[in-house]
């Protein structure tokens, strides 16, 4: 058996080296033909959808429930982002948040409006969270004139606050 391998590996070793006498001359081809190719990758979906911050997952189980009841305005991050959005305002909203619905939560925004007891339709306030992009936005109504924030400069108001803003001028 023995005899077998070795015949074997020196039929194999000479099978592998080139043969004797070749010279290793680069052969330039008789015609050059590039084939275009396109190597861009064309993308159609060019929407980008942020993931929840984290800081915000809680608020997404505050769907249905009362504002009062689980404490939303000292919530951790709502509560120091407020005061540091709204500083002296922040009494004035506080104000208006009295009276509540049950806090809505869609398509990641959170938004709720409350008014100050005996005052709906007149002295109300309203607060917007947009947990994707990470911005919180306020809505302050002083005898229906309405004054709108949004944090870091932000102006791209979510929906159902401008909804809210519309019923002081429909009145």
Same mark, same amino acid.
């Given at each position: 058996m023995r005899p077998f391998l070795t015949i074997a590996a020196c039929c194999l070793?000479?099978?592998c080296n080139s043969p004797a006498g070749t010279d290793k001359k680069q052969r330039t081809p008789d015609s050059v033909v590039m084939i275009?190719?396109? @190597?861009?990758?064309?993308?159609?979906d060019t929407t980008v959808t942020p993931a929840l911050i984290e800081s915000w &997952? @809680?608020?997404?189980?505050?769907?249905?429930?009362?504002?009062?009841?689980?404490?939303?305005?000292?919530? &951790?991050?709502l509560?120091?982002?407020?005061k540091e959005m709204l500083g002296t305002e922040e009494a004035d909203f506080v104000a208006r948040y009295k009276v509540t619905p049950p806090l809505e939560v869609d398509a990641g925004v959170l938004f709720n409006e409350g008014c100050k007891p005996h005052n709906c339709g007149v002295e109300e306030a309203a607060i917007a969270i947009d947990m994707k992009k990470d911005v919180i936005y306020i809505g302050i109504a002083r005898n229906k004139a309405v004054k709108l924030y949004g944090e870091k400069g932000d102006v791209a108001y979510?929906?159902?606050l401008m909804q809210w803003m519309m019923k002081?001028?429909?009145k």
């Open positions: 070793a000479l099978a275009p190719t396109d @190597t861009m990758i064309h993308i159609t &997952k @809680t608020f997404e189980k505050f769907n249905g429930k009362y504002a009062a009841d689980i404490r939303l305005l000292d919530q &951790k991050p509560k120091a982002r407020l979510p929906e159902r002081f001028e429909e």
